[in-house]
């Protein structure tokens, strides 16, 4: 699992990610948040109506969701699983709340905690995304000092330094090499 607060830089971190290592299987997160510009059904996010989404929570096809600045979030479970079941790894970009829950019930899936270079830089990153009202970008804000403040719960802290997208995803890559090669036999099964 790959984490961090809002603006950290997760997506942009495991696209780098997966093109060092192609075998690496994306789980797409669920949301009812409105799609922003750019954005693609079924890649980005499965965007769905806040009906849907708690449907679906409700018939567990999540392997954790969450209600974050207002919105719901959550990992689809079977296509986790059917990725574990078929010998594949899977990362998923996922909250510190969901992590937690995540770690719960497979304890034996790794966590790994994305920083910013400060959080002045982290509040500069999201202001210049320009995704979110003042409200909810001061939410985030507030969000971003408390999950922060959680790292420690995490197998792994890996900082992301602006500008420096490829060095931070090399880091990433040998973490993954690494758990590999200490537990080569490790498969997690949810």
């Known amino acids: 699992m790959i984490t961090g607060p809002s603006g950290v830089g997760k997506g942009t971190l495991i696209s780098a990610v997966r093109d060092l290592v192609p075998e690496l299987e994306l789980s797409t997160s669920a949301t009812t948040r409105a799609r922003r510009t750019g954005e693609v059904d079924g890649v980005d996010y499965h965007f769905m109506t806040r009906e849907e989404f708690l449907a679906k929570r409700a018939d567990r096809g999540f392997l954790e969701a969450n209600e974050v600045h207002g919105n719901w979030y959550g990992s689809p479970r079977d296509p986790v699983r059917d990725a574990l079941v078929a010998g594949r790894d899977v990362i998923l970009k996922i909250d510190v709340q969901g992590a937690q829950v995540v770690k719960e019930q497979v304890t034996e899936a790794l966590l790994i905690f994305i920083i910013p270079p400060s ?24 969000d ?37 090669s200490r537990h080569p036999t490790r498969r997690v099964r949810i």
């Open 119 to 142: 959080l002045e830089t982290l509040f500069d990153r999201l202001k210049s995304r320009a995704t979110e009202t003042a409200d909810e970008l001061e939410q985030r804000q507030a």
């Open 144 to 180: 971003a000092a408390i999950e922060l403040a959680r790292q420690e719960d995490y197998d792994y802290i890996v900082p992301n330094e602006t500008g420096q997208v490829e060095r931070t995803a090399e880091m990433i890559e040998a973490i993954v090499a690494t758990e590999h």
